[in-house]
Every structure is written in structure tokens, then in C-alpha cells.
């Protein structure tokens, strides 16, 4: 037990520190900014979940389900419906089917996910059904009179790529996470930006997705290296290793 524990640290070192930075900066922010429990609650888990889904472990969709419902939650307070719409429909759905396909998938050692590679034709098709409904989605948004509907529209086209993304064990999820996050930054800042009230208090939110940009970052570069031995790429299928491409 004590050598996979020291050889799972070792293994993923930095992205350790990355989480304790994280951890530390995010809750320094939340004190400094006032910013109510259950933001604090979801900075927490949501960083558990960046930094497992980075580690590529098997275990992520779980944490992933805790972030995103704790993510609605803040969203219905700051009355961002648009996040609240897409989290419901589109990644919580996504998320509890993805628990069944990492467990489904899961490495030798069983910590790990194996990874996958789908074909251009099956994410072209996915583009377009995401392009068919934000636009549908956008009007939904504006009878909502939700606030930054346009930004909003956009965000949700950008985040339900990687997130089909991670479902299928893409690795390429990342780069589109890269984007989604820095467009949710943007998103949260809007009313510090605007100069409305309780603006200040989501800033701990919007340190959340910048943390999200280095452990993006970071996962990239884990699953390639994790993911791109002889053995995968030569016997990919049966674990469901560069399987959907066939």
C-alpha cells in the first residue's frame, strides 16, 4: 500500500502542488472577498475534481458530479441561468453516464482510465448538434432575460465540446477546456466588471476556472504522456484504448 501511495505521488507531483496552491490561494480569496460557504464548499470540490480528471483517475466523473452540483447551486443565486440550464441538461447527465464508462475502462492498475481518440465524423456530427442547440438555447436564455445571454450562448457551445470530450476519454478535451474556461471567466467577472452589486464575491469563482487553465494544462500533458506507450497504441480496442476511431 505504502509503495502505490508513494508511487502515485511521485507519478503526479506536480499536479499535487498545483492543488495545494490552488487550495490556499482560492480560500484566501473567498475569506478576503466575503464569499458565502457554499462558494467556498464548491471552490473545494471542484478543485478534488480538476486535480483527478488531470491525474486521469478513474474516480473523476464522481467528483465531478459534487462540483457540478454545487456549481448549479451558486449559479441559481447569482441568477445565471444560462449555467444552470446547461449544467442540468447537458453535464450532469454526461457526468453520472461517465462513471459507468471510466469504471467500464479502467486501467490495470485500477486507478487510471485508459484513454480513447473518437473519429473526426463522430466530432463533426457532435459540433453540429451543439451549434443547433445554442441557438435554440439562446432564445430560451433571452425569455429568461438571463444577463449576458450572448456570452452565455457561447460559453455553453465552447463547454459542451470538451465535455462530450471527456465522456468518450478523449485526451483532446483539454485544449477545448482551455478555451471554456478562459470564455467562464469572463463570464463570472461580468458583473465585477459592470460594476454591479455582489460582483466582488464571485471572484473565487472565477479563480476557480483560472486554476482550471493550468490543471488543463497540465492534463494535457499527463494523459499524452500516460496514454502514449507502444503496448496502448499497438493493442488499442479491447480496453477501450484508441478504440472509437474504427
Not at 502542488?17 to 471542484?46: E, Q, R
Not at 463533426?124 to 450562448?153: E, G, M
Amino acid at each position: 500500500m505504502k509503495t502505490k501511495a508513494k508511487e502515485f505521488v511521485k507519478n503526479n507531483l506536480l499536479n499535487l502542488i498545483a492543488f495545494f496552491i490552488g487550495l490556499v490561494a482560492l480560500l484566501t480569496l473567498s475569506i478576503v472577498f466575503k464569499s458565502d460557504v457554499l462558494t467556498i464548499i464548491y471552490t473545494i470540490f471542484f478543485l478534488i475534481y480538476l486535480f483527478s480528471t488531470c491525474s486521469k483517475l478513474w474516480v473523476a466523473p464522481i467528483f465531478g458530479i459534487a462540483s457540478v452540483g454545487l456549481y448549479i447551486a451558486v449559479s441559481v443565486l447569482s441568477k445565471n441561468w444560462g449555467e444552470v440550464i446547461f449544467n442540468c441538461l447537458f453535464v450532469l447527465p454526461i457526468l453520472f453516464f461517465s462513471v459507468w464508462q471510466y469504471l467500464k475502462n479502467r486501467s490495470k492498475e485500477g486507478v487510471y482510465v485508459s484513454q480513447n481518440k473518437i473519429s473526426i465524423k463522430e466530432f463533426l456530427i457532435f459540433v453540429a448538434c451543439d451549434f443547433v442547440f445554442c441557438v435554440s438555447r439562446f432564445f430560451a436564455l433571452n425569455a429568461l432575460k438571463t444577463p449576458y445571454t450572448i456570452l452565455a450562448t457561447i460559453c455553453f457551445f465552447f463547454c459542451a465540446i470538451p465535455n462530450y470530450l471527456q465522456l468518450r476519454r478523449d485526451r483532446r478535451m483539454f485544449y477545448f477546456y482551455l478555451l471554456a474556461n478562459t470564455l467562464l471567466i469572463l463570464l463570472w467577472l461580468m458583473p465585477l466588471i459592470r460594476g454591479e452589486g455582489g460582483g466582488v464575491s464571485m471572484i473565487p469563482v472565477a479563480g476557480g476556472f483560472f486554476f482550471s487553465l493550468v490543471f488543463n494544462s497540465l492534463g494535457a500533458i499527463n494523459w499524452k504522456s500516460k496514454g502514449e506507450n507502444k503496448n496502448q497504441i499497438e493493442n488499442g480496442g479491447e480496453d477501450g484504448t484508441f478504440s472509437a476511431s474504427r
